[in-house]
């Protein structure tokens, strides 16, 4: 049996905002953003929107290509880092509601930026178990969805510039045959750089008494320079482990899909390794950092490019909030 990807899906918010747009906001240039980030615009979403409506939509998107009915889905995972309630219920629940999907489980994976890399590895493990026929799981939704505008600070011009909204979701089903789709995943975490990027709102620390701040809404708190570095180091890690498992040559891949954080750490990476600028897929200047959502939305784009063909062997990698990092090799 192979668990293959059927079809992927999108929403991008319609509220498109340039760095110029941005700047009338913020104290910031279109020529600081795109120097330092490669960033020239972000979407934003619609007054009212929340993460499980952008998930919906991607996921009726890719349900609709799929040629699979919400009744059919086994498994619901969203992968997010501002699911429409912290804490509970999940947004992958409100999302299987939404949907009518009424066989499904569905839970949320938080694992920061590499949530859809974690996800694709949960996704897929769990559809190999129904091997044995016990969990009865064949089609499984798995979203990448985030309304980071929402909790954007906007006093603080070192992140906000950086974020923007967005959702993709990928159909995928167990079938005869062999040969999954995601042929190898890497997943690491890294905890002790937790205080590098965090929301800034934590638990109550007194049972009775409440401590903290809970006056001010939660929002993006980030050492920008750290998770740079720990950034280029998880990238130079998930292609070294990556090909070192596998055995595959960097040559070999059609396409390397990074997490959309920042075009010049991409840009290094390709460097250093030395990846043809026509390889490594970046679409970050027109919808910025969207976290667990940007790599979703990348493969999602690139198919609809005509970009993807049948055997293609992709290698996207994730890094993030946790912190997290982790890649997968894909055959499209
Ligand atoms: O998915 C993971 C999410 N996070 C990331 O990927 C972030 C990784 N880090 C980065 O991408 C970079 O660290 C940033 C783009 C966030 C910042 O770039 P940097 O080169 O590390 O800038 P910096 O923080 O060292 O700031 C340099 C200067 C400072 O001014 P002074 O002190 O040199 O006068 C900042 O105040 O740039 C200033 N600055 C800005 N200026 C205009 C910081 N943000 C801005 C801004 N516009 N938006």
Redesign the pocket.
Known sequence: MAVKILASGAYIPGIKVSNEEL?KR????DE??RS??GIGSRHFAEEGMQTSDLGLAAAKAALNRAGRSAEELDLIIVATATPDYFGFPSTACIIQDKLGAVNAAAFDVTA??TGFIYCLDVATSMLEANKLGLAKRKTALVIGAETLSRITDWS????????GDGAAAFVMEQQEGSGSSVLHSWLRSKGSGAKS?YLSQPARTSTFERSGDYSKPPSIV???????M??VKAITDIIDALLQESGFKLGDFRWIVP????A??VQAAAKRFGIEEERMYLNIEEFA?T?AA?IPIAINEMAEKGLLKKGDLIMSM????GLTYGGVIIRW
């Open positions: 700047s913020v104290d910031t240039t600081w953003i330092h980030t920061g930026c603080d011009r070192g992140s906000c510039v950086l974020f990027l980030m050492d920008g320079q750290s998770v740079y720990f950034a997490h959309q954080a920042n010049r750490i950092n976290s940007s994730g890094f993030g909030a």
